[in-house]
């Protein structure tokens, strides 16, 4: 593996690792984040919802009581407008539900069962509680998040209707009868409304902004890792390459005309000056080795020729 592919290897290696690290950071924090979101956004539905009971009672009912008397309008129950009223912001607020649940309600299919018994006595307990935040799972096995606030007799007028069945409308008593929702009194804590969001509703929000961002921080690496790649190839792998072969060269006793680009201030640029002196000493040393030889072989015959005039002059004596 040559040196480029293991600083690839390297840098992806980091990046997968921060990359996977700074994923799941985002994703706790996203997450809390949606369902924080989430919660306010039931909160000002609940609000709304409160809103429209108020409105009904205190503006409504006063203009139809009259015909209240003779004939049972739903339009004039808070509760049924405050319903109604979320039916239609439920249809831009997708997977919210709202419900009222009451522990003597007039009408039974909003008396309060299970789970929801125990937070209306947990208001009853505790009067300062203004709502209670929490998840469960129903019995489908899937998971939610609400949020609930009590229901409590703060207007006089509410006992016309929930007071006694004697002093109730009669269109009332008609239509619910004389068991059920009565005998309520002035700021007690009857039920509680509240809101339900699936979990996955905030989980998806969070995947999404999750993803969202990884595919930025992916999309800034792929750039930069671009750039930086180009960078090393052409400042210090190509350098590196030219050094490399050089090298090679001068192993091979090749060194005529070998010169290295110098032009640089940086350390690849001081090495390719020390190796360029390099080659200059390495030059002379060779073109210095090549005359000696000749010289050698002088000395050597004017030896040769010596030993033989001396023979010479040894037999001439004799």
Known sequence: MNLQKRLSSVVLAIFLSGWLIAGLTAYTMEKRNARQDTVHTAEVLLGTAIAARSYTSEEIQPLLIDKITKDFIPQTVPSYSAQQLFARLGKKYQGYTYAERVLNPTNRQNIAKGWQVEMIQAFIKNPELKEIIGERTNMEGEDFLYVAKPIQVQQQSCLQCHGKPEVAPPSLLKTYGYYNGFDWKLNEIVGTRLISVPTLIPKKQAQKEVFSYLLMIA??????????????????????????????????????????????????????????????????????QKRSPHKKQRGDNNNRQLGANNKQQRTHDK
């Open 219 to 288: 999309s800034v690496f792929l750039v930069a890792y671009t750039t930086v790649s180009l960078i090393v190839q052409h400042w210090i792998l190509r350098p590196l390459d030219a050094i490399s072969h050089l090298v090679e060269q001068v192993s091979l006793h090749r060194v005529e005309n070998l010169q290295l680009p110098d032009e640089s201030f940086d350390e690849l640029g001081k090495l390719s000056k020390s190796v360029n002196r390099l080659i200059i000493s390495l030059q002379k040393a060779l073109s210095n």
